[in-house]
Antibody
Framework: EVQLLESGGGLVQPGGSLRLSCVAS????????MSWVRQAPGKGLEWVSGIRGGGDSTYYADSVKGRFTISRDYSKNTLYLQMNSLRAEDTAVYYC???????????????WGQGTLVTVSS | QSALTQPASVSGSPGQSITISCTGTSSDVGLYKYVSWYQQHPGKAPKLMIY???NRPSGVSNRFSGSKSDNTASLTISGLQAEDEADYYC??????????FGGGTKLTVL
């Protein structure tokens, strides 16, 4: 059974940093691309960042480029999102999501975690 | 990258059919067959309903179907049921090597 478990969310001041983690199980972690998708309170979904199975390619939305860094640790089956220079508009529930097919880097997500809430406020 | 355009809300009675549109551009929906649809109930994670425009994952009811014409994709739900009431989001791959979601559509089953 595929499981994705996020952690690391919390309250942080504007300009601060936070690192999110997503522990994956139930599938061969290194063969699938992974992404982070966020949802601001009462708002829609926004794709944030993605990384290919081999970690050789990373992708970012313009809204986070230069501030966020996605990475993965194969020994721990864990996906990360390092978030720096946080802003109020980064406040959201952050979901990690598994790509649906091995051949894709960014297409569709067949499994999602339960999400972790990040609140940026002074 | 601008969000794809979806109607804010749609409604229908049990047993009826509804269609949710998702309009993009020639840089995303119009260029690729990589459109997917997600269902999200309140407080829950999204669930994949349709991928690659018209494919249904295993376990998703055949009452859900997808299509695309030019820059607009559509999700049709036939035989509406109470449990279909949820938010629905479309998504597309873009030529900027990113993904873009629609703004979401709230489906109300009357």
């Amino acid at each position: 059974e595929v499981q994705l478990l996020e952690s690391g969310g919390g309250l942080v001041q504007p300009g601060g940093s936070l690192r999110l983690s997503c522990v994956a199980s139930g599938f061969t972690f290194r063969t699938y691309a992974m992404s982070w998708v966020r949802q601001a309170p009462g708002k829609g979904l926004e794709w944030v960042s993605g990384i290919r199975g081999g970690g050789d390619s990373t992708y970012y939305a313009d809204s986070v480029k230069g501030r966020f860094t996605i990475s993965r640790d194969y020994s721990k089956n864990t996906l990360y999102l390092q978030m720096n220079s946080l802003r109020a508009e980064d406040t959201a529930v952050y979901y990690c999501a598994k790509e649906g097919e091995i051949r894709y880097g960014l297409n569709y997500f067949d499994y999602w975690g339960q999400g972790t809430l990040v609140t940026v406020s002074s | 990258q601008s969000a794809l355009t979806q109607p804010a809300s749609v409604s229908g009675s049990p047993g009826q059919s509804i269609t949710i549109s998702c309009t993009g551009t020639s840089s995303d929906v119009g260029l690729y067959k990589y459109v997917s649809w997600y269902q999200q109930h309140p407080g829950k994670a999204p669930k994949l309903m349709i991928y690659d425009v018209s494919n249904r994952p295993s376990g998703v009811s055949n009452r859900f179907s997808g299509s695309k014409s030019d820059n607009t994709a559509s999700l049709t739900i036939s035989g509406l049921q109470a449990e279909d009431e949820a938010d629905y989001y479309c998504s597309s791959y873009t030529n900027a090597v990113t993904l873009v979601f629609g703004g979401g559509t709230k489906l109300t089953v009357l």
